[in-house]
């Protein structure tokens, strides 16, 4: 499976982007697909993620309000939005499809890196003060 993200790019403080992440030559149809992201210096962290079938979403603190989720299933296209971005917005932005051994559903199980089984290569995502 591979995934490729777009979107990323250098932004004003207050700035807005969309990042889109597509998934193809899946084997399976994933439950959940994600943004995380990596600033530098910095592990890599949780942003939000999104269930396939009721299309539950889950976010980190930091990006409620401001960040949205949505998904095209038939496409396997994933997006995010977001809005008012800050500095601290500043990372690579991966875009992850979960496992096919699990079905996470709850903000705990979602977040964690571990449930997700392919990743993008990253999109850069940098906000000048």
């Known amino acids: 499976e591979q995934l490729i993200e777009s979107g990323g790019g250098l932004v004003q403080a207050g700035d807005s982007l969309r990042l889109s992440c597509t998934a193809s030559?899946?084997?399976?149809?994933?439950?959940?697909m994600a943004w995380f992201r990596q600033a530098p210096g910095l592990e890599r962290e949780f942003v939000a993620a999104?269930?396939?079938?009721?299309?539950?979403?889950f976010y980190t603190d930091s990006v409620k309000g401001r960040f949205t989720i949505s998904r095209e299933t038939a496409q396997d296209t994933v997006h995010l939005q977001m809005r008012d971005l800050k500095a601290e917005d500043t990372a690579v932005y991966y875009c992850?499809?979960?496992?096919?051994?699990?079905?996470?559903?709850?903000?705990?199980?979602?977040?964690?890196?571990?449930?997700?089984?392919?990743w993008g290569q990253g999109t850069l995502v940098n906000v000048s003060a």
């Open positions: 992850a499809t979960e496992g096919p051994l699990t079905a996470c559903s709850s903000y705990g199980a979602c977040s964690d890196e571990r449930v997700y089984a392919d």
């Open positions: 999104i269930r396939r079938n009721e299309g539950g979403t």
């Open positions: 030559g899946l084997r399976f149809r994933a439950n959940a």
